[in-house]
């Protein structure tokens, strides 16, 4: 917080960051420091492509969020996350990271692989990258939008989602084409197995 008012580090399934008092289950970064000294944000949301979703608490480590070192940042969960272009982090996820490497089915990919082909799947420009598919192929914990809105999908039903949780679901449709926020390289591992709980 900054004079009583929340910082704009709550991410959105589209990857943006927004100031809201919410907050959330997971922390992460854009591979450093992108704020100001005055902690508010210029034209800058990335520092390079490593982009990782942490736990919250990690061996008693305290953060001056926004602080010197890093523009943390922080997820309702990790289906949000994912959708927004981050991974699991190495260093205090490291089984996660390890599972969701090796979900990818294609040996052992290096972070420096992995973030490259993330970074060109969630971007188009500046803006966030929608990518066309079929709906019936999407595995549990993929983001859609719909007019805008985002909705997790988990089963046979959409979930809309908000800073605070989610609402009651909507039946999913059996068939149609959509815009997938969730990067493709995401949906490979999320449907070879890999778990990220709403």
């Known amino acids: 917080?900054?004079?009583?008012?929340p910082l704009p580090n709550r991410?959105?399934?589209?990857?943006?960051?927004?100031a809201v008092a919410a907050r959330g289950a997971l922390m992460?970064?854009?591979?450093?420091?992108?704020?100001?000294?005055?902690?508010?944000l210029g034209a800058r949301r990335w520092t390079n492509t490593h982009w990782i979703a942490c736990?919250?608490?990690?061996?008693?480590?305290k953060r001056d969020v926004?602080?010197?070192?890093?523009t943390e940042l922080f997820f309702l969960d990790e289906p949000t996350a994912l959708a927004a272009g981050h991974r699991p982090c190495f260093e205090?996820?490291?089984?996660?990271?390890?599972?969701?490497?090796?979900?990818?089915?294609e040996g052992r990919l290096n972070v420096e692989?992995?973030?490259?082909?993330?970074?060109?799947?969630?971007?188009?420009?500046?803006?966030?990258?929608?990518?066309?598919?079929r709906i019936e192929s999407l595995p549990d914990g993929a983001f859609i939008a719909i007019e805008g809105l985002p909705f997790a999908v988990r089963g046979d039903a959409l979930w809309p989602w908000s800073y605070s949780g989610y609402g009651a679901p909507l039946p999913r449709p059996r068939s149609g084409e959509i815009r997938a926020l969730t990067p493709p390289t995401v949906l490979r591992a999320l449907?070879?197995?890999?778990?990220?709980?709403?």
């Open 66 to 70: 926004w602080g010197r070192f890093y």
């Open 92 to 105: 205090c996820r490291r089984t996660d990271a390890t599972r969701f490497r090796d979900a990818l089915g």
């Open 55 to 61: 736990v919250c608490e990690f061996k008693g480590r």
């Open 11 to 18: 991410v959105d399934p589209f990857g943006e960051l927004r």
């Open 113 to 133: 692989e992995i973030d490259a082909r993330l970074h060109a799947e969630r971007l188009e420009g500046r803006a966030k990258r929608l990518h066309r598919m």
């Open 191 to 198: 449907a070879a197995g890999y778990a990220a709980a709403l």
């Open 1 to 5: 917080m900054t004079g009583g008012r």
């Open 28 to 40: 992460g970064n854009r591979g450093g420091r992108f704020h100001r000294d005055d902690r508010t």
